[in-house]
């Protein structure tokens, strides 16, 4: 598994490079998978203040009317409640690498986070982290604050309930963590293990199995949205999880709204679409079309002393002194046939 992973991060370096090159996204520093350092600490913090006897936030606004009424169902279509999504035909291709799991600025944007809706069994806390998008987090350099200490509904969350994250600049990213079960005694529990805490950067998260994947991010450009979905349990084993609860692996135990303002200052090109789960291919870079700097004279071309030679007969000795003459064109087509390509050919992109 572990030579799977690095085999992957090679093809998307790859991949990214060639992206890269044509200006869709810059290339991320992978590095951090080799890179030890104390995990971050869990002396939580807050991006408002909430309300200690049920954890909601003090001071949101509602953004129902910017979230389509069957949103929900569009979603829940794609992530079923009950239903792994590893075995699920429309969705299993959500599951991607960091790329297509946090979100990227292309240019500056406001954002602000709306709750949508919750299928868990545990009272989680959702929050966020910015991070320079040319280079991945590393666990000892997070920057994490809390959106929605208690994301439970109907109480004392509900549909449409806004958190504002403020304002990101290009070259950001933005990443989410879940800490399962996180609320407790008034505040984001402080004493949780690492193994219950979760990540939209996969070498953030405890599993070590190869199934350490816990968002999907969703896209929906006909709404200026973007849709989150996380899974709050350890995929690896349940010893790790409350109430050794097995995980389901259906992706849609906290769902949030990301709302860009502008919408096309995020890069969607890794996103997949909330509506047919499809993620957008790969970029090929287009093929070269450019002709050959030298080609072979079209067949019956008039010798440069005006005369064409018939078939079969000698041309004057007269035009042997001529600089160029019926030899000409066979030195023309000698040269042709031994020009090469000048390496045109394009390689195939990853998948």
């Known amino acids: 598994m572990k030579k799977q992973h690095l085999l992957k991060q090679k093809n998307m370096r790859l ?12 290339l991320p520093d992978l590095s951090y998978a080799t890179t030890t350092c104390t995990a971050p600490s869990t002396q939580w913090a807050y991006q408002t203040a909430y309300n200690s006897s049920n954890g909601k936030p003090t001071g949101m606004t509602n953004s129902s009317a910017a979230i389509p009424a069957d949103m929900i169902t569009r979603i829940l279509k794609l992530l079923p409640e009950g239903q792994d999504i590893t075995k699920n035909t429309l969705a299993k291709a ?10 990227y600025f292309k240019k500056a944007a406001t ?50 309930d806004t958190v504002d994250l403020g304002s990101f600049s290009a070259g950001d990213a933005l990443g989410f963590t879940v800490v399962a079960n996180g609320w407790k005694s008034g505040k984001v529990n ?87 789960g499809t993620v957008p291919a790969p970029v090929t870079p287009p093929a070269d079309t450019t002709p050959p700097a030298d080609t072979t004279p079209p067949t019956g071309t008039t010798d440069p002393t005006g005369t064409t ?26 040269k042709a046939d031994t020009k090469t390509d000048g390496g045109n050919s394009q390689e195939a992109l990853p998948k």
């Not at 959500?94 to 979100?103: A, E, F, K, Q």
């Not at 929906?220 to 389901?248: C, H, I, M």
């Open 15 to 26: 991949a990214m490079a060639i992206a890269s090159a044509l200006g869709v996204v810059a």
């Open 111 to 160: 954002i602000k986070i709306a709750f949508l809706t919750e299928g868990a069994g545990y009272s989680n806390s959702l929050g966020f982290f910015k991070f320079d998008k040319s280079k991945l987090p590393k666990p000892c350099v997070l920057n994490e604050k809390i959106i929605f200490p208690n994301a439970s509904a109907p109480s004392p969350m509900s549909l449409g």
């Open 190 to 276: 402080t004493s949780k293990p690492a193994t219950g805490i979760f990540r939209s950067v996969l070498a953030l998260n405890p599993e070590t199995n190869g199934a350490n994947a816990h968002t999907v991010l969703l896209s929906s450009p006909a709404d200026k949205l973007l849709v989150l979905g996380f899974e709050d349990l350890n995929r690896q084993s349940s010893k790790y999880n409350d109430s050794g609860y097995t995980t389901d692996n259906d992706f849609n135990d906290v769902i949030i709204a990301i709302i860009a303002d502008p919408f096309d200052a995020i890069d969607t090109s890794s996103i997949g679409d909330v509506d047919t």
């Open 94 to 103: 959500l599951i991607t690498d960091d790329l297509g799991g946090n979100v």
């Open 309 to 334: 030679p018939p078939t079969g007969t000698t041309p004057p000795t007269a035009t042997a002194t001529k600089p160029v003459g019926v030899s000409g064109r066979m030195n023309w087509r000698e």
